[in-house]
């Protein structure tokens, strides 16, 4: 079965940077749209930002606006998120996966693979 890869993570200093990458094993996600997601501790699994197959439109829950930037390479097949001003409560695993809009809402798109392990994000000083 196709399963999300994510790599990147860490332990940064609020205010700090880190850069999340993603790909799928197995197969390509170039004609799909993509998005990331984060799992804080205690909480349900949050949609953050989603980019386009080609690349040109993006789209940010207000949580990340202004601060996180996602982007792909889609002759590499992967991914990014550029996180930027990291606070503490940015602290969980990361995820992304294949994404469909419904209105206002941004969800995973079912079949497309599974969730990966994630990639561990702690800020703390």
């Known amino acids: 079965q196709v399963q999300m890869v994510e790599f990147g993570g860490g332990l940064v200093q609020p205010g700090g940077s880190l850069r999340l990458s993603c790909t799928a094993s197995?197969?390509?996600?170039?004609?799909?749209?993509m998005g990331w997601f984060r799992q804080a501790p205690g909480k349900e699994r949050e949609f953050l930002a989603a980019?386009?197959?080609?690349?040109?439109?993006?789209y940010y829950a207000d949580s990340v606006k202004g601060r996180f930037t996602i982007s792909r390479d889609n002759a590499k097949s992967t991914m990014y998120l550029q996180m930027n001003n990291l606070k503490p409560e940015d602290t969980g695993v990361y995820y992304c996966?294949?994404?469909?809009?419904?209105?206002?809402?941004?969800?995973?798109?079912?079949?497309?693979?599974?969730w990966g392990q994630g990639t561990q994000v702690t800020v703390s000083s």
């Open positions: 197995g197969r390509t996600f170039n004609n799909y749209d």
């Open positions: 996966n294949s994404v469909i809009q419904r209105g206002s809402t941004w969800s995973r798109r079912d079949g497309f693979a599974s």
């Open positions: 980019v386009g197959w080609t690349g040109l439109t993006t």
